[in-house]
């Protein structure tokens, strides 16, 4: 058995496994605060925490909440895109997935927490899409959608290395 098949056997469910992968292998997810907020099949939802050192301050804005850049939503985007796919693969750990292509509409100004939910729209032989929300908390308390994305990922199967 290798080390990585003891750590999975460590966890008792998927949300727990990705978190600490983020945590201790993904230092710049870590460095977001990326936190695993849900995982089922076909769907999954990652959040980062708001925080100034991932802000834009607008010129003139005065007392205004500053704006969470938006490569922070493209870095959920993508990463939650390319992790969903795992969740309908047979062996979801054997694959290695990259990023072929990567759309991002920007919807409005992040002001808050990011949440990004990813739901699978076709797993293939090689090649995997995903379509993904970004909603943000606003500083009164709503939740609006900040962002959407598409992903296609190229899936690097075990038998096929």
Do not use: C
Request: hydrophobic letters at 35%; proline letters at 4%; glycine letters at 10%.
């Amino acid at each position: 058995m290798t080390d990585f098949q003891d750590v999975i056997e460590e966890f008792d469910d998927l949300e727990s496994l990705l978190q600490y992968f983020i945590d201790e292998h993904q230092e710049f997810l870590s460095w977001l605060g990326t936190t695993v907020e849900n995982v089922e099949t076909g769907t999954m939802t990652l959040a980062a925490p708001y925080d100034d050192k991932l802000t834009n301050t607008r010129p003139g804005s005065g007392d205004e909440r500053a704006d969470i850049h938006g490569g922070v939503a493209a870095t959920l985007i993508d990463t939650v895109g390319g992790l969903v796919l795992r969740t309908k693969l047979d062996d979801p750990f054997g694959a290695r997935i990259a990023t072929i292509n990567l759309n991002v509409n920007y919807l409005r100004p992040a002001t808050g927490d990011l949440s990004a939910t990813a739901d699978v729209i076709r797993v293939g032989r090689s090649v995997g899409v995903s379509e993904i929300t970004v909603e943000s908390t606003t500083p009164d308390g709503q939740t609006r959608e900040v962002a959407t994305g598409q992903g296609a990922y190229r899936i690097f199967r075990p038998e096929d290395r």
